[in-house]
């Protein structure tokens, strides 16, 4: 048996991840993934930048102090290799750029800001779920996160289309109009306040590679 060990991070808008694997690979042309650490810190970069287009100093600080504990993590586990994805929340902060470099020269760790589509294809693929379709259907593929919504729709096994949407559960909630605490725990929903929210959000959401409105619904947040 040959093991190999492996890390991803996830950047997102509600929460970052670090997820560390081994990789295991038989004789017998068996591969196993087993978990070796998982690390979630709620840093709710999306509280800035659907607010005020940018990552504030304060956030910027903390997001790279949890960088620097992932780095020490990658060395303690000899991680070979691994991906960092910044997605949303990145994406649209205007000093993105200047995060991912102040990151890279504190930790690092060098982190790669993705489109959507991009977003939406690692989702599906790191899942695992390609084998499991059925040939003869169609399926329809929908990841909810905190700053965006990605639709994929798969057919014979295979990607027919994919979009990003400017829809998510941290960028509903970060609205003037409604609710939230810092930690995400005192959510408003009187008088329909949520409900109002969503709907104005979904009505002004634009699919971020095409021009048509889109309908932005969606179901079953990720955190």
Same mark, same amino acid.
Request: glycine share 10%.
């Given at each position: ?97 200047? &995060?991912?470099?102040?990151?890279? @020269? =504190? #930790? ?11 977003? /939406?294809? *690692? ?56 609710? &939230?605490?810092?930690?995400?725990? @005192? =959510? #408003? ?11 104005? /959000?979904? *009505? ?20």
């Amino acid at each position: 048996m040959n093991r190999e060990t492996f890390g991803a991070i996830d950047i997102g808008s509600n929460a970052i991840r670090l997820l560390i694997d081994y990789v295991e690979a038989y004789e017998d042309g068996r591969t196993e993934y087993k978990k070796a650490a998982f690390v979630r810190v709620p840093i709710r970069l999306g509280d800035d930048v659907f607010l005020r287009g940018r990552i504030s100093n304060g956030k910027a600080e903390a997001l790279c102090d949890a960088m620097q504990g992932f780095s020490a993590l990658f060395r303690a586990f000899a991680v070979k290799d691994y991906r960092a994805y910044a997605t949303s929340a990145m994406r649209e902060a205007e000093n993105g750029s200047e &995060v991912v470099s102040l990151i890279r @020269n =504190r #930790s690092g760790i060098s982190v790669e800001i993705i489109s959507g589509e991009a977003e /939406a294809g *690692t989702i599906f693929a790191a899942g695992g779920l390609r084998e499991t379709l059925d040939p003869a259907k169609t399926y329809l593929y929908v990841d909810v996160g905190g700053g965006s919504t990605e639709i994929v729709v798969y057919a014979r096994r295979r990607k027919v289309d994919a979009c990003s949407f400017r829809l998510g559960t941290v960028r509903i909630f970060s609205r003037p109009n409604g609710s &939230v605490s810092e930690g995400g725990s @005192n =959510r #408003s929903t009187k008088n329909g306040t949520l409900r109002a929210s969503s709907d104005r /959000a979904a *009505t002004s959401t634009r699919c971020t590679r095409c021009s048509k409105r889109s309908p932005g619904s969606a179901s079953g947040p990720r955190s």
